[in-house]
C-alpha cells in the first residue's frame, strides 16, 4: 500500500487517508476550510492535491467545483459598481500615502540642495568673468556678489523615521552628514523620531559640537542612541559653552545605570545646562538631575544679579 501511494498518482480504493481529502476540490476534509484563502494558496493546494489523485477523478472534482460557483448567487451592476470604488478609494489612498513619502524623503534636504545649487551659480559666474582679456573686463560691468544667506539658527528635522528606515546604509550616512552640517551652525538642533543610532552620534561628535559652536538646544528624543553613543556624547557635553538645554528621553534602547551617570556627571561639569531631559531608572540619579537642574539655574541666576550690579 505504501509503494503504490509513493510510485503512483492513482489512489487506491482502500486507502481511507488520501480519499478523505476528496471532499473538496482543494484537497480538504471539509468544504468550508478553503474560505477565506488567497487565489495563491487555493492553487498551491489544488497542484499538491493533482499529485495524489487520477485524472478522473480530478475532473469530476473540478465539475463539481463549477456546479458549486454557477449556482452561486451573481453580483449586480450596482453591487459590482460599488466594490469598484471601493477597491479604487483603496488603491488610491495608498498611492497618496507612497507618494508623501517619497515627497517627503526628496524634500529632507531641500535646504542644503538650494544652497549647494547657488554655490555651484557663483563659481560658475566667478570662472566666466575671469576668462577673456584684461580691456574687456575693464569696459564691462561687474557684477555685485550675491549676499549669502545667513544658516538657519532653527533647525527641526522631526518625524522622519519612515524615510530613514527606507534608506540604504550609504545614504543613511549622507543625511547623518548633512544633519551635522546643519547642527554645526544652529542654535536649535532639534531631530526626533528619526531612528538615529550610534553611529550619528560618532558622525555628530566628530563634525559638531565644538566648544566654539553656538548650539543652544540639542533635542534627540524618541531615536535609537544607546550606550555607546551616549557615552560618546557625555564626553562633548562639558566643552559645549552655550548648551543649556538638552533632551535625550525615549530612546528605543535602554541606558544602563553606569551610563546614566556618566551622562549626568557630563551634565554636571557643564554649568550652562538647566534645562535636562534624560531617561533614568533609579531613584538616586533622578533625585540627582533634579538636584543639578536647581543647581545650575541658582548659578545662573547669581551672574545675572552680577551683572545688573556692575552695570
Same mark, same amino acid.
Given at each position: 500500500?505504501?509503494?503504490?501511494?509513493?510510485?503512483?498518482?492513482?489512489?487506491?480504493?482502500?486507502?481511507?487517508?488520501?480519499?478523505?481529502?476528496?471532499?473538496?476540490? =482543494?484537497?480538504?476534509?471539509?468544504?468550508?476550510?478553503?474560505?477565506?484563502?488567497?487565489?495563491?494558496?487555493? %492553487?498551491? !493546494? *489544488?497542484?499538491?492535491? !493533482?499529485?495524489?489523485?487520477?485524472?478522473?477523478?480530478?475532473?469530476?472534482? *473540478?465539475?463539481?467545483?463549477?456546479?458549486?460557483?454557477?449556482?452561486?448567487?451573481?453580483?449586480?451592476?450596482?453591487? $459590482?459598481?460599488?466594490?469598484?470604488? %471601493?477597491?479604487?478609494?483603496?488603491?488610491?489612498?495608498? !498611492?497618496?500615502?507612497?507618494?508623501?513619502?517619497?515627497?517627503?524623503?526628496?524634500?529632507?534636504? #531641500?535646504?542644503?540642495?538650494?544652497?549647494?545649487?547657488?554655490?555651484?551659480?557663483?563659481?560658475?559666474? /566667478?570662472?566666466?568673468?575671469?576668462?577673456?582679456?584684461?580691456?574687456?573686463?575693464?569696459?564691462?560691468?561687474?557684477?555685485?556678489?550675491?549676499?549669502?544667506?545667513?544658516?538657519?539658527?532653527?533647525?527641526?528635522?522631526?518625524?522622519?523615521?519612515?524615510?530613514?528606515? +527606507?534608506?540604504?546604509?550609504?545614504?543613511?550616512? @549622507?543625511?547623518? $552628514?548633512?544633519?551635522?552640517?546643519?547642527?554645526?551652525?544652529?542654535?536649535?538642533?532639534?531631530?526626533? /523620531?528619526?531612528?538615529?543610532? #550610534? +553611529? =550619528?552620534?560618532?558622525?555628530?561628535?566628530?563634525?559638531?559640537?565644538?566648544?566654539?559652536?553656538?548650539? @543652544?538646544? *540639542?533635542?534627540?528624543?524618541?531615536?535609537?542612541?544607546?550606550?555607546?553613543?551616549?557615552?560618546?556624547?557625555?564626553?562633548?557635553?562639558?566643552?559645549?559653552?552655550?548648551?543649556?538645554?538638552?533632551?535625550?528621553?525615549?530612546?528605543?534602547?535602554?541606558?544602563?545605570?553606569?551610563?546614566?551617570?556618566?551622562?549626568?556627571?557630563?551634565? #554636571?561639569?557643564?554649568?550652562?545646562?538647566?534645562?535636562?531631559?534624560?531617561?533614568?531608572?533609579?531613584?538616586?540619579? +533622578?533625585?540627582? !538631575? /533634579? #538636584?543639578?537642574?536647581?543647581?545650575?539655574?541658582?548659578?545662573?541666576?547669581?551672574?545675572?544679579?552680577?551683572? $545688573?550690579?556692575?552695570?
Amino acid at each position: 500500500k505504501v509503494n503504490t501511494l509513493v510510485n503512483t498518482k492513482v489512489v487506491p480504493e482502500n486507502s481511507t487517508v488520501i480519499r478523505e481529502k476528496k471532499e473538496s476540490v =482543494f484537497g480538504e476534509e471539509a468544504e468550508g476550510t478553503a474560505e477565506g484563502k488567497t487565489l495563491k494558496e487555493k %492553487m498551491a !493546494m *489544488l497542484q499538491n492535491n !493533482m499529485k495524489n489523485v487520477s485524472k478522473v477523478q480530478m475532473k469530476k472534482r *473540478l465539475s463539481r467545483q463549477e456546479q458549486t460557483l454557477r449556482s452561486a448567487p451573481t453580483l449586480t451592476k450596482e453591487e $459590482r459598481a460599488e466594490r469598484t470604488k %471601493m477597491v479604487q478609494a483603496v488603491v488610491g489612498r495608498r !498611492m497618496s500615502q507612497q507618494k508623501a513619502i517619497t515627497d517627503a524623503e526628496a524634500g529632507l534636504f #531641500d535646504d542644503e540642495e538650494e544652497e549647494e545649487k547657488e554655490e555651484m551659480e557663483d563659481i560658475k559666474e /566667478n570662472e566666466g568673468n575671469s576668462e577673456g582679456s584684461t580691456i574687456v573686463k575693464s569696459q564691462e560691468k561687474v557684477k555685485a556678489p550675491k549676499p549669502k544667506k545667513a544658516p538657519k539658527m532653527d533647525i527641526n528635522k522631526n518625524n522622519n523615521a519612515q524615510i530613514f528606515a +527606507r534608506l540604504t546604509d550609504k545614504k543613511k550616512e @549622507e543625511a547623518y $552628514r548633512k544633519f551635522v552640517k546643519m547642527c554645526k551652525t544652529a542654535k536649535i538642533f532639534s531631530a526626533t /523620531n528619526n531612528l538615529l543610532d #550610534d +553611529r =550619528f552620534i560618532e558622525v555628530l561628535v566628530e563634525g559638531a559640537l565644538k566648544p566654539e559652536d553656538p548650539l @543652544e538646544q *540639542l533635542i534627540l528624543e524618541s531615536n535609537k542612541i544607546g550606550n555607546r553613543g551616549l557615552s560618546m556624547l557625555a564626553k562633548a557635553i562639558p566643552h559645549l559653552k552655550n548648551l543649556h538645554t538638552i533632551r535625550l528621553r525615549n530612546q528605543s534602547v535602554k541606558a544602563s545605570v553606569p551610563v546614566q551617570k556618566l551622562l549626568l556627571d557630563a551634565i #554636571d561639569a557643564n554649568e550652562n545646562i538647566t534645562k535636562i531631559g534624560v531617561d533614568v531608572t533609579n531613584d538616586q540619579n +533622578r533625585r540627582r !538631575m /533634579n #538636584d543639578i537642574s536647581m543647581k545650575h539655574s541658582e548659578i545662573k541666576r547669581k551672574k545675572r544679579l552680577a551683572a $545688573r550690579a556692575a552695570k
